[in-house]
């Protein structure tokens, strides 16, 4: 694991909200230079704790307005059939996020498409004929509060 100090705690916390935000910048509010900022973030890509620096898009842009939250129950929960699941859903766009759970599921997906037809689809081609899969359930997202934010970086 690697050792955070508090301007890379700093730092973190400003990138992550943009990462448009120039070195400059960063340095400005951090205090430091332009170049120690991104030796910085360098050092922290390496470490992996900065895993990827994407663009949040908006849904509804792009017609993509129904989201839900596909609860499942697998019927062998061995590591082979696990692995074989998650690398399924992995494998599909509308799957946006997959948690192995503790609990009476064991697996959690978010998935976003167009609309409810295309999820019946998703359904149909990923989930209702998978002899592994035990049962499922869906919550439709009526409100998406937050889709993502930042992490909290502080001292915790």
């Given at each position: 694991?690697?050792?955070?100090?508090?301007?890379d705690?700093?730092?973190?916390?400003?990138?992550?909200?943009?990462?448009?935000?120039?070195?400059?910048?960063?340095?400005?509010?951090?205090?430091?230079?332009?170049?120690?900022?991104?030796?910085?973030?360098?050092?922290?890509?390496?470490?992996?704790?900065?895993?990827?620096?994407?663009?949040?898009?908006?849904?509804?842009?792009?017609?993509?307005?129904?989201?839900?939250?596909?609860?499942?129950?697998?019927?062998?929960?061995?590591?082979?059939?696990?692995?074989?699941?998650k690398?399924?859903?992995?494998?599909?766009?509308?799957?946006?996020?997959?948690?192995?759970?503790?609990?009476?599921?064991?697996?959690?997906?978010?998935?976003?498409?167009?609309?409810?037809?295309?999820?019946?689809?998703?359904?149909?081609?990923?989930?209702?004929?998978?002899?592994?899969?035990?049962?499922?359930?869906?919550?439709?997202?009526?409100?998406?509060?937050?889709?993502?934010?930042p992490?909290?970086?502080?001292?915790?």
């Amino acid at each position: 694991m690697t050792t955070l100090d508090a301007l890379d705690r700093r730092i973190l916390a400003l990138w992550q909200s943009d990462t448009r935000l120039s070195g400059e910048r960063i340095g400005a509010e951090v205090g430091l230079s332009a170049a120690a900022v991104q030796r910085r973030l360098a050092r922290l890509r390496e470490a992996g704790v900065i895993v990827a620096e994407t663009a949040v898009l908006d849904c509804a842009a792009l017609g993509l307005n129904f989201t839900a939250l596909v609860s499942v129950d697998l019927i062998d929960e061995s590591a082979r059939a696990q692995g074989a699941f998650k690398e399924r859903v992995g494998a599909r766009p509308e799957v946006q996020q997959c948690y192995g759970v503790a609990g009476a599921w064991d697996f959690v997906l978010v998935v976003v498409m167009r609309d409810l037809p295309a999820y019946d689809a998703f359904c149909e081609a990923c989930l209702l004929h998978d002899p592994n899969i035990r049962s499922f359930s869906t919550q439709v997202v009526l409100d998406a509060v937050r889709r993502a934010g930042p992490l909290d970086v502080g001292n915790s």
